[in-house]
T-cell receptor, first 114, second 115 residues
Framework: AQSVTQPDIHITVSEGASLELRCNYSYGATPYLFWYVQSPGQGLQLLLKYFSGDTLVQGIKGFEAEFKRSQSSFNLRKPSVHWSDAAEYFCAVGGGGSNYKLTFGKGTLLTVNP | KAGVTQTPRYLIKTRGQQVTLSCSPISGHRSVSWYQQTPGQGLQFLFEYFSETQRNKGNFPGRFSGRQFSNSRSEMNVSTLELGDSALYLC??????????????FGEGSRLTVL
């Protein structure tokens, strides 16, 4: 069964500081990996995705993530956080084939201090 | 291009009632998925439809059902509502070729409160 672990429930950073959100997954084959962001009262927006190829993927809003197969990780990074980045971030794994579903982590709530 | 549209956005029901939620996918998207989001359980997969066929179903009781119409619009129904059904119900669609990867475009959700 596929699963996703986001070890950090809540992270607080100062504006301008760097950010790394952790994600570990469990899946029996090559996974499709995603990071989504959710602002209060909103749906989820796709930040970036990894299907295959280059293990460092770039997304929207200056985010990037690195797939490390040996560590079963897909951590999200941003070099300089903006106050507008405050939101909840979800890592997800998709199984492909006839799975047709995403399994999400519990999310990491990001607070940005001025 | 319009995004995924969900109606109603907010609704309040009482225990024992039933509710129907509607979702219009992005034009051209034929795969529609539903997820339940609660503070305790997080985001959980309910079901996925493609061309009016349910291709996968999550681990929810039979009170949760859905369907998809020929125009790809989808509805989900919850019968005999329980307090624990209070949640944000999110609909998402996928474009052709990406449905099997899991890449989803989400609506803003329908917030259901059961009293």
């Amino acid at each position: 069964a596929q699963s996703v672990t986001q070890p950090d429930i809540h992270i607080t950073v100062s504006e301008g500081a760097s950010l790394e959100l952790r994600c570990n997954y469990s899946y029996g084959a090559t996974p499709y990996l995603f990071w989504y962001v959710q602002s209060p009262g909103q749906g989820l927006q796709l930040l970036l995705k990894y299907f295959s190829g280059d293990t460092l993927v770039q997304g929207i809003k200056g985010f990037e993530a690195e797939f490390k197969r040996s560590q079963s990780s897909f951590n999200l990074r941003k070099p300089s956080v903006h106050w507008s980045d405050a939101a909840e971030y979800f890592c997800a794994v998709g199984g492909g084939g006839s799975n047709y579903k995403l399994t999400f982590g519990k999310g990491t709530l990001l607070t940005v201090n001025p | 291009k319009a995004g995924v549209t969900q109606t109603p956005r907010y609704l309040i029901k009482t225990r024992g009632q039933q509710v129907t939620l509607s979702c219009s996918p992005i034009s051209g998207h034929r795969s529609v998925s539903w997820y339940q989001q609660t503070p305790g359980q997080g985001l959980q997969f309910l079901f996925e439809y493609f061309s009016e066929t349910q291709r996968n179903k999550g681990n929810f009781p039979g009170r949760f059902s859905g369907r998809q119409f020929s125009n790809s619009r989808s509805e989900m129904n919850v019968s005999t509502l329980e307090l624990g059904d209070s949640a944000l119900y999110l609909c998402a669609s996928s474009p052709p070729g990406l449905a099997d990867t899991g890449e989803l475009f989400f609506g803003e959700g329908s917030r259901l409160t059961v009293l």
